[in-house]
């Protein structure tokens, strides 16, 4: 039985209390004072002419403990706890280092081979497949819509045969591997998994995430193929078929890259990239989904732009903005679906062609403020990938950027090293209600399908988009070498890789010997039953994995489904 306190006791506590209070707003009165004399002799100061600014607005030039009042323990937790901010694992990088996982593909699936053995030999420890644009459309490389880009931004994939190529050598079952890929992704998905079947592989042992984000298509990198509605239905059967048949797969890794790429604030990407989240998670349990079978699977793919301290801000908030609407909102009860596990990559945009060689710097600063915002895996852009696909000199200075932060800089020993930073704090605490009034806003324009019907996402990334040249072009922000700093440059020395026109004739006959060598009775009959099935509800995940066996191609595929679902048009908004 708990002991009552005295009268006398209690008196005693309640003084105490009042003493602390006390205490604590003599320290606040006494720093607004010192605030108050700092801010006076700071107006005095004479400024650079030049925008103190992030991605987005101002940011004060000194940050103290009354800003960061409102950041509570509660909001800000320890690392593997609940709401996550500072982390999703309790031992943070003592425990496991995040994947260094470098972004590839160029020419053939066999040209493409070579590099990702090249990049294990030398200490990467994930694959990520690059496409080319035709594979990225769903165009085989003999379709004559292809002609001229086959593998020349990307590894051209047609078929389960060029999957086969692509990681031949390669164990599926060892080795986890990430494919950028959204239109047809499902397609693509389906011939990694043939293909690992092929070497006796379960696919329940493979690792792995496929892209597979289409509402950030339609907002921004526009690499779609089917209509809004069909193309979410794909998607949410993947999520329901891998549950049960690849359930170490990442079935979608919901991507703010792109939206930030096209010209979106940091708080833009945040908002616009957790609305498409819970716009997925809403359509499975729409479906019928526990949210708990398919929540745990789903990851996020985060831009690593300039402003470091913004960008670590940026990932806090995210993870934190994230538990707390899976569990207020969608009643998840599985700690792993309140965990936001994320890929961050550098920001392509911030690449110069001017003074190639600063790349391998912002590309540093970038990859630190991913590692201090506690990322799971990580790709560093080359110094070259503004001019053309990577050499092997260039992704090697890439990927040894990764090791010396790993293992030379200090910078995994602490987990959180920034947390509790006035600045950092405060900024997370912004980042967060500024994302909270992005989602009010798309549910006042009918949330992120009609969003994208009507152009209103897409136009506010435009605007911002817009305002940010205005600034680089008004010095009001500057780029080193383009707008300050500029030299006259003799002709550029790096290396470039170019990828040869004989590639793609090579490709185009490798196609016809497979086409010939096939079973084209059971390639009619397996694409028969998926446009058979495309009319119907069921899932179509065992289609297209049957069509994938039978070396049915990707166009093939595609074809099928789009005599059922139609092609996407994009309205003019703007």
């Known amino acids: 039985m708990t002991k009552l306190k005295s009268p006398a006791s209690k008196a005693a506590a309640d003084s105490e209390l009042i003493a602390t209070i006390e205490e604590q707003s003599a320290e606040l009165r006494l720093l607004r004072k010192e605030v108050a004399e700092w801010k006076k002799k700071y107006e005095k100061g004479e400024l650079r002419d030049i925008a103190f600014t992030n991605s987005e607005k101002e940011v004060q030039p000194i940050y103290t403990p009354l800003d960061a009042a409102e950041t509570d323990a509660e909001a800000l937790g320890m ?9 999703i694992h309790p031992t943070g990088y003592r425990g496991r280092l995040w994947t260094m996982r470098q972004f590839a593909g160029f020419g053939s699936a066999r040209d493409t081979n070579e590099r990702y053995k090249f990049l294990l030999a030398h200490g990467q420890t994930g694959l990520s497949v690059a496409f080319d644009f035709p594979t990225l459309m769903g165009y085989d490389s003999d379709h004559p819509r292809s002609e001229g880009e086959v593998g020349k931004c990307g590894v051209a994939i047609s078929s389960l045969a060029d999957m086969e190529m692509l990681f031949d050598g390669i164990p599926l079952d060892k080795v986890s591997t990430s494919m950028t890929i959204n239109g047809p992704a499902v397609i693509l998905y389906s011939f990694y998994i043939a293909a690992a079947e092929k070497h006796g592989i379960d696919p329940k042992d493979l ?6 984000d289409i509402l950030k298509e339609y907002m921004a990198q526009h690499a779609w193929v089917y209509p809004i509605e069909p193309a979410l239905r794909l998607i949410i059967d993947c999520f329901e078929w891998s549950a049960k048949h690849v359930p170490q797969w990442n079935t979608i890794s919901i991507s703010g890259y792109h939206i930030r790429e096209a010209g ?13 989240g819970f716009t997925y998670v809403e359509r499975g349990i729409a479906r019928g989904l526990d949210v708990d079978t398919f929540a745990p699977r789903l990851s996020f793919f985060w831009d690593i732009h300039n402003d470091f301290f913004e960008e670590i801000a940026k990932l806090r908030a995210a993870r934190r903005i994230w538990a707390r609407h899976m569990k207020d909102r969608y009643g998840a009860r599985d700690p792993r679906s309140l965990v936001m596990r994320f890929h961050s990559q550098t920001a392509g945009v911030t690449l110069t062609a001017q003074q190639p060689m600063n790349n391998v710097i912002r590309v540093a600063y970038q990859a630190m403020a991913a590692v201090l915002g506690g990322t799971q895996s990580l790709h560093t852009n080359s110094m070259d990938e503004t001019l053309a696909l990577p050499t092997e000199e260039s992704v090697q200075v890439a990927l040894r950027t990764q090791q010396v932060l790993a293992f030379e800089t200090g910078v995994p020993n602490v987990i959180d090293p920034l947390g509790g930073s006035y600045y950092v704090e405060t900024l997370t605490t912004e980042l967060e209600r500024e994302a909270e009034s992005y989602f009010r806003q798309i549910e006042e324009v009918g949330g992120v399908v009609r969003g994208l019907e009507t152009g209103w996402l897409q136009r506010k990334i435009n605007e911002s988009a817009a305002r940010q040249q205005w600034e680089v072009e008004q010095h009001r922000r500057v780029i080193v070498g383009v707008n300050d700093f500029v030299t006259d440059e003799p002709e550029l020395k790096i290396e470039l890789l170019k990828i040869s026109e004989e590639m793609e004739r090579d490709q185009k006959q490798r196609m016809a010997a497979m086409r010939a060598r096939r079973d084209s009775d059971l390639v009619e009959k397996r694409l028969a039953a998926l446009r058979e099935a495309a009319n119907t509800s069921q899932n179509l995940m065992p289609f297209i994995l049957d069509c994938a066996r039978a070396y049915c191609t990707l166009y093939e595929i ?6 059922v679902f139609g092609a996407y048009r994009e309205p003019v908004f703007f």
């Open 264 to 276: 979106a604030t940091a708080a833009q990407e945040l908002a616009f990239t957790l609305a498409d």
């Open 79 to 87: 690392p593997g706890f609940f709401p996550y901010t500072r982390g």
């Open 558 to 563: 595609r074809a099928a489904m789009e005599a």
């Open 207 to 212: 690792r792995g995430t496929i892209q597979n």
